[in-house]
């Protein structure tokens, strides 16, 4: 079984992105900003943070990271974010989610400037993905593209069942598998029979948030699994939504947990981050 490595071709193509940074930053004077900002001590959001964060700095980007205290009001956080959309050192703004129950998150993703929306979860965006003309993927969905087009697997006329709708990766994730004219379903927690659906999968896309949810039973031999779930077991080790260990003996590729997706999503809003610099230029 071949092993989609999120960790070799992430490492490729932030060499890439390093080297086009370099570029643009020689030919405008301008260095590529991101703000990240993470409201309360969720402790994963912590991690991803300081992960993009570090990121940001190997590919000689700006970065600033706020950490509001969890009792941060909306109208504060709201305040930050029109600071940060006229501030011409940033060109892309991240809100980590998720947000402390007492924050809209609708009204604070609303509330960033689509431009620099290096998560494309703005509606203007999320839009423009809708009818396939767009600045920015949603990070996690367009590195699953990306980990695809590396190994050569071509989603055309395959069936791709994507298990999980959120705004975050099920729903654009489908979209984008629609796009490169893959024949797609989306399953969720209502859905009969969930096995009978994913057994037909060519290219399955599990991203619920479920540890070993998707067992070797529920997939066909041969099939491709991406899985997008990251799940810290009680032992403190990470795990995804499918049982790696089994699903490897029947599958013909298969993404790790961790080093599959994981580095893919800061992947792609390094790349995100600079094609929002590069249309600022462009103005
Ligand atoms: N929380 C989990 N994934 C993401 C992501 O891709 N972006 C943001 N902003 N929050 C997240």
Do not use: W
């Amino acid at each position: 079984m071949l092993v989609i490595s999120g960790k070799e071709v992430s490492a490729a193509v932030r060499q890439t992105i390093a080297e086009e940074v370099k570029e643009f930053k020689s030919e405008t004077g301008v260095t590529p900003g991101l703000a990240v900002v993470m409201v309360g001590d969720n402790p994963a959001s912590a991690v991803y943070v300081r992960n993009k964060h570090k990121a940001c700095a190997e590919v000689g980007m700006y970065s600033e990271v706020h950490t509001l205290p969890a009792s941060t009001t909306e109208e504060e956080l709201l305040a930050l974010l029109r600071q940060m959309n006229e501030n011409p050192a940033l060109h892309g703004i991240l809100v980590q989610l998720p947000l402390p129950k007492h924050i809209n998150e609708e009204r604070v993703i609303a509330n960033i400037s689509p431009e620099k929306d290096v998560d494309a979860f703005h509606a203007q965006n999320v839009g423009k993905i809708m009818i396939g003309n767009y600045s920015f993927l949603p990070c996690t969905p367009a590195g699953v593209m990306e980990l695809l087009d590396y190994y050569g697997i071509d989603p055309a006329g395959k069936n791709c069942v994507v298990v999980g709708r959120s705004n975050i990766v099920g729903k654009p994730q489908a979209l984008l598998m629609l796009e490169r004219n893959a024949t797609v379903t989306v399953c969720h927690s209502r859905t009969k029979d969930l096995a009978s659906f994913t057994k037909d999968a060519d290219i399955l896309v599990v991203a619920i948030g479920r540890p070993k949810f998707i067992t070797a039973d529920m997939v066909k031999p041969g099939a491709v699994v991406i899985d997008v779930g990251i799940n810290r077991m009680e032992d403190g080790k990470l795990c995804g939504d499918a049982d790696y260990e089994a699903i490897s003996e029947i599958a013909s590729a298969m993404t790790p947990v961790p080093g599959g997706v994981g580095p893919m999503t800061i992947t792609m809003l390094l790349k995100n981050t600079l094609t929002a610099a590069k249309n600022f230029q462009k103005k």
